[in-house]
C-alpha cells in the first residue's frame, strides 16, 4: 500500500527564499507546488516615479543579477525614448553584463549547487570523500577559489560602471562611463586571469578545445583523453553526475523559451546566428522545432495566484499586480504569477540558450531536448567557455581614439518600453508604461517566474514542478534528489517580486497538522 | 575563544552578502578564520537540512547556545496589516524569529540599508521598517530602549548595499574586543563621518563648479544630476568599489543609499535647486555662504576645467 507523506521544505542555497510542498507516494514524487515566501512590491514601487527612478530601484531587486536588471530596464527607455545607442556603449553593456553572467555561473555552482554533493544522503557514493575536498560548504577546494576568482572578476564592473551590486551607469542612450584605454587594459587583464583560472581547473582544457565538442561521443572522448579532463570540476561533475543518476533526473517539460541577449553592435568581428540581431538568439522551442520569438504572445496567467484575475491571463503591458487576500480554498496557492508562451510553460536559463541556437551537443545529449539536472547544470557551468573570447573581442574594440559611449536623447512624457534581455537566469523582460512624464504601469518578468511559476488555468506546471514530478526519492525525511532538481534551475526568489506564500494557507489551521515537524516553537 | 555567528536574510535582494564576498585581504572565509568566527548559519551558503535548522533555532532561543553576532539583511517585514506575513519563515512571521534571536546575542549588526531603516517598501504595502529605526525614527523591531548582551544597541550599517569592508571592520572589532564608536544612527564613525563626496576624483570640478548636465559629460554632478555625494555619509570614495572605482568616479550621481530616507520620494537623476544652488546643501552650510562661495569659484575656474582637459 502506498505510502503518503507531505514535506514541506524551506529551501536555502537559493538566492532568496523558498519554499516547496511536495506529495511523495512509495518514494516518488508525485505533485509538487513551488513558491517564494517573500512579498517585496517592487512593481508597484514603481508607479507614479520618474521613468529614470527604474535605473536606481529594479537592479535592488537582486543582489546577483543587478547589472541585469539595470540593463533592461534602460532598454525599456531606450525604446520609450526612441534613444539611439552607439556601438561601444552596445559592447560596454554587453560585457558588464556578461560578466555578472560569469560570475553567477561559477558562485552558483560551487558555492549553492555542488554542496549538495557533500550531503551525508550521498555518503556512499565512492565520489563522496572528492565532493568533500572540492565542495565542503567553506572549506572545499573550489569553494575557496571561487570566493577568490570572482571578486577580481567583478572588478570589470567596477572599472567600466562603478561598482558591483548595485550601480546605475547604463541610461537611456548607452552609458554614463568613459572608460580609459588604461581602463578597458585593466578589464583585459582582469579577464585573462579568470580565463586562466576557469581553463585551469574548471574546464581542465583550454576554450579552445572545450569548442571541439560537438557530440554525446565526442563528450565521452574528451572526458577520457587526459586526466586534466576528468579531474577538473567539469570532468568531476560528469562522473558523479553518472554515478547519481543526474542525467535521468528533474525531466523538464521540453519547451525552452529565450528573450535573446547581447545587441550586436553594427560593426563588430564577433558573428551574430545568421538572422538575428542578438549574440544569443531569442526563440521558443515546443519540443520539436525553434519558433521565432514574439513578445506579444507572452502572457502572465494569475488563475492559481493570489492575484486578481480580473481579465484572464494578461500581456505585461496590460498586467496588473492586485494581492488578494489569501482564502485556503486550495485553488490558488502561490503569489508568484505564472507566464506562459502560446499558452504554454517554458524553461529559461543556459541550457535554453544552448537549444534555442542549436548547439550541437546539447541537442545530442540524451536528455538535451528536455534538460535534466545533468544538462541544466552543465550548461551553466561551460556558459563561460563561449563568452570569455567574445568579452575580449568586444574590450578590444572599445580601445579607440573616437569611442562613443552616449548618444543624447529627448525624454517623451507618454510612450511604452520593453526591455526584453537574457540575464544569467534566463529570459528577462521589463515592460514600463510612461503617461504624463511618471511611470504608469511596470511589469517585470523574470527568469525565476519562467521556471518556479505555479500550475495556470489549463493544470499546465511550471517547469521546475513538472521536474519534481517523477523524481524517487531514497530518503523522504532528507530528499537530497529534489534538492538537486531545485537548484538546477539556479531559481533566485528575490527576483519573484511578486512572490509571496506557498499555498497561501498560513491561515488555515488544519494544513498546519502536515508541517508539524518544521513548525517553529519559541 | 571562537565567535558564533548568526546570519539571517530579512526582506531584501540578498545583495549585502554578495557584497561581502567582494572583501579582500582578508576575504570572508580568511576572515572567518583569524578571527575564529563559527558560522552558526547563514542562508546562502550552509548546508543544514531545515529540521537541523529549527533545532538549532530552539536552543538559540531558549538560551541553550550561544550566538555571540547576529546579522540581520534586508527589512523587517510587517505587511500585511502588520501581521509580518508577506515574508514567511516556518509557517510564522520571520519578524518573530529575528526578534527572538536578537534577544539572545551579544551583539547585533544591521546589514545594509533595509536592516538599518526600512529601505526598499518602507512606504508601501510590505509595511518594511528596520531593526531599531523606521526611517530616521528610533523604534523599528527591537524598539529604541533594546540593548544587545553587549549593552550595545542595534549596530547600524546602512549602503545598499554595505560596503564589504565596513561590515569585516565591524566583526574584526567585535571579535577583538575594540570599542566601536557609534555616531548618528549608531552607524560606527569610522565610515560613516565621512561624506561620500570626499574622495571622489570630480571634486575638483565641485571646488570650481564646472557641472555636468547631461550623462557622459564630465564634471560635479551635485548641482544638477542629483549626486547626494555632498549631502550624506559613506566610506565609498574612501574605500572605493571593488578596490577599483565608485558609482561618482564612474559618472553615476551618489543616490544617497546610506540616508535613512532610501529610497527618496523625490526623483532621482535631478538636482532641486534654486538658480542653479542645490536645495540640500552640504551638511552644516549655509546658504548666504554657499552661494557667495559658488559664485566666486566659478569665476575661478581654470580653463583645463571649463574645457574638460582632464582624464576624468
Redesign the interface.
Known amino acids: 500500500m502506498a505510502t503518503k507523506t507531505i514535506e514541506v521544505l524551506p529551501v536555502n542555497r537559493v538566492e532568496g527564499d523558498l519554499k516547496v510542498r511536495l506529495t511523495i507516494e512509495d518514494r516518488e514524487v508525485t505533485d509538487a507546488r513551488c513558491a517564494g515566501t517573500m512579498y517585496r512590491g517592487f512593481e508597484n514601487m514603481l508607479i507614479g516615479r520618474s521613468p529614470l527612478d527604474s535605473l536606481v530601484i529594479t537592479p535592488r531587486i537582486c543582489g546577483i543579477c543587478t547589472t541585469s536588471h539595470l540593463k533592461a530596464a534602460a532598454k525599456a527607455l531606450d525604446m520609450a525614448y526612441k534613444a539611439n545607442t552607439p556601438d561601444d556603449s552596445l559592447r560596454l553593456r554587453n560585457v558588464t553584463v556578461m560578466t555578472e553572467m560569469l560570475q553567477n555561473d561559477i558562485r552558483q555552482s560551487f558555492l549553492l549547487f555542488f554542496p549538495d554533493f557533500t550531503s551525508p544522503a550521498h555518503a556512499q557514493q565512492p565520489l563522496y570523500d572528492e565532493a568533500l575536498r572540492r565542495y565542503a560548504v567553506f572549506k572545499g577546494e573550489a569553494v575557496v577559489q571561487t570566493i577568490r576568482e570572482t571578486k577580481k572578476l567583478l572588478e570589470i564592473i567596477s572599472i567600466l560602471g562603478g561598482q558591483w551590486p548595485h550601480s546605475s551607469f547604463i541610461v537611456p542612450g548607452g552609458v554614463v562611463s568613459l572608460p580609459s584605454s588604461n581602463d578597458i587594459g585593466s578589464c583585459r587583464h582582469l579577464l585573462s586571469n579568470f580565463r586562466r583560472w576557469y581553463e585551469t581547473n574548471v574546464l581542465g582544457c583550454t576554450l579552445e578545445r572545450w569548442g571541439e565538442i560537438e557530440s554525446r561521443q565526442g563528450l565521452e572522448e574528451w572526458l577520457h583523453e587526459k586526466p586534466a579532463h576528468s579531474e577538473g570540476d567539469v570532468g568531476f561533475f560528469i562522473r558523479f553526475a553518472k554515478a547519481a543518476g543526474l542525467d535521468t533526473m528533474g525531466m523538464g517539460p521540453g519547451t525552452f523559451i529565450s528573450f535573446g541577449g547581447l545587441t550586436m553592435p553594427t560593426v563588430t568581428r564577433v558573428a551574430a546566428p545568421e538572422g538575428h540581431r542578438n549574440y544569443m538568439p531569442s526563440g521558443f522551442y515546443d519540443g520539436e522545432a525553434v519558433q521565432v520569438f514574439d513578445e506579444r504572445m507572452v502572457r502572465e496567467d494569475v488563475s492559481r495566484a493570489y492575484f486578481d484575475d480580473y481579465m484572464g491571463p494578461s500581456h505585461p503591458f496590460n498586467g496588473r499586480t492586485l494581492p488578494l487576500q489569501p482564502t485556503g480554498d486550495g485553488k490558488k496557492y502561490s503569489w508568484s504569477k505564472a507566464p506562459r508562451y502560446h499558452g504554454k510553460p517554458a524553461e529559461t536559463g543556459p541550457l535554453a540558450e544552448r537549444i534555442i541556437a542549436s548547439d550541437p551537443l546539447f541537442l545530442d545529449l540524451p536528455a538535451g531536448r528536455r534538460g535534466s539536472v545533468f544538462e541544466r547544470q552543465l550548461a551553466r557551468l561551460v556558459r563561460p567557455a563561449a563568452l570569455i573570447p567574445i568579452m575580449d573581442q568586444w574590450l578590444k574594440e572599445m580601445l579607440r581614439q573616437d569611442s562613443e559611449f552616449f548618444h543624447n536623447y529627448h525624454t517623451k512624457k507618454d510612450g511604452d518600453g520593453v526591455g526584453l534581455i537574457q540575464a544569467p537566469r534566463g529570459a528577462l523582460g521589463h515592460w514600463m508604461k510612461i503617461v504624463d512624464n511618471k511611470i504608469a504601469n511596470y511589469q517585470i518578468i523574470t527568469p525565476t517566474a519562467w521556471n518556479l511559476s505555479p500550475t495556470d488555468k489549463n493544470d499546465l506546471k511550471g517547469p521546475c514542478e513538472h521536474a519534481l514530478v517523477g523524481t524517487r526519492v531514497a530518503d523522504p525525511d532528507n530528499p537530497v534528489e529534489v534538492e538537486h532538481v531545485i537548484r538546477s534551475f539556479d531559481p533566485c526568489l528575490v527576483c519573484c517580486v511578486h512572490a509571496v506564500t506557498p499555498d497561501g494557507n498560513w491561515r488555515n489551521k488544519g494544513q498546519h497538522n502536515n508541517r508539524r515537524r518544521f513548525t517553529l516553537r519559541f | 575563544m571562537s565567535k558564533s555567528l548568526y546570519w539571517m536574510?530579512g526582506?531584501?535582494?540578498?545583495?549585502?552578502?554578495?557584497?561581502l564576498?567582494?572583501?579582500?585581504a582578508p576575504?570572508?572565509?580568511e576572515l572567518?578564520e583569524s578571527l575564529r568566527i563559527d558560522?552558526i548559519w547563514h542562508?546562502?551558503?550552509?548546508?543544514?537540512?531545515?529540521?537541523e535548522?529549527?533545532r538549532i533555532?530552539?536552543k538559540i532561543?531558549?538560551g541553550k547556545k550561544k550566538v555571540d553576532i547576529l546579522c540581520v539583511e534586508g527589512s523587517i517585514?510587517h505587511?500585511?496589516e502588520h501581521t509580518g506575513?508577506?515574508?514567511?519563515?516556518?509557517?510564522?512571521p520571520k519578524k518573530?524569529?529575528i526578534f527572538?534571536l536578537a534577544q539572545q546575542a551579544e551583539y547585533v549588526l544591521a546589514v545594509g540599508t533595509c536592516a538599518s531603516f526600512g529601505g526598499?517598501?518602507k512606504d508601501?504595502?510590505?509595511q518594511a521598517g528596520g531593526l531599531q529605526y523606521n526611517k530616521g525614527n528610533p523604534g523599528g523591531l527591537l524598539g529604541e530602549h533594546f540593548r544587545s548582551g553587549s549593552g550595545l544597541p542595534v549596530v547600524n550599517l546602512p549602503g545598499?548595499?554595505c560596503h564589504c569592508d565596513v561590515v569585516c571592520g565591524v566583526l574584526s572589532a567585535v571579535c577583538s574586543g575594540i570599542e566601536l564608536e557609534l555616531g548618528p544612527y549608531n552607524s560606527p564613525m569610522d565610515w560613516f563621518s565621512v561624506m561620500v563626496h570626499q574622495g571622489c576624483t570630480r571634486n575638483e570640478y565641485h571646488e570650481y563648479r564646472v557641472e555636468e548636465k547631461?550623462?557622459?559629460e564630465?564634471g560635479c554632478m551635485f548641482f544638477y544630476m542629483g549626486c547626494h555625494g555632498p549631502l550624506v555619509y559613506g566610506p565609498?570614495n574612501k574605500t572605493l568599489?571593488?578596490?577599483?572605482?565608485?558609482?561618482?568616479?564612474?559618472?553615476?550621481p551618489c543616490?544617497g543609499?546610506t540616508s535613512p530616507e532610501f529610497?527618496h520620494t523625490y526623483?532621482?537623476?535631478?538636482t532641486l535647486n534654486i538658480e542653479g544652488i542645490p536645495i540640500q546643501l552640504p551638511d552644516g552650510v549655509s546658504r548666504a555662504h554657499y552661494m557667495a562661495y559658488k559664485g566666486m569659484a566659478a569665476a575661478a575656474a581654470p580653463e583645463r576645467l571649463i574645457k574638460r582637459k582632464t582624464?576624468i
Open positions: 536574510h526582506g531584501g535582494c540578498g545583495g549585502d552578502t554578495w557584497s564576498l567582494n572583501a579582500e576575504d570572508i572565509l572567518f558560522v542562508p546562502t551558503f550552509s548546508r543544514l537540512s531545515a529540521p535548522l529549527q533555532n530552539e532561543i531558549t517585514i505587511g500585511p506575513m508577506y515574508d514567511e519563515y516556518f509557517g510564522n518573530d524569529l527572538a526598499f517598501g508601501g504595502e510590505i545598499c548595499p547631461k550623462f557622459g564630465k565609498c568599489w571593488n578596490r577599483r572605482s565608485s558609482k561618482t568616479r564612474a559618472g553615476v543616490f543609499c529610497p526623483p532621482y537623476f535631478q582624464d
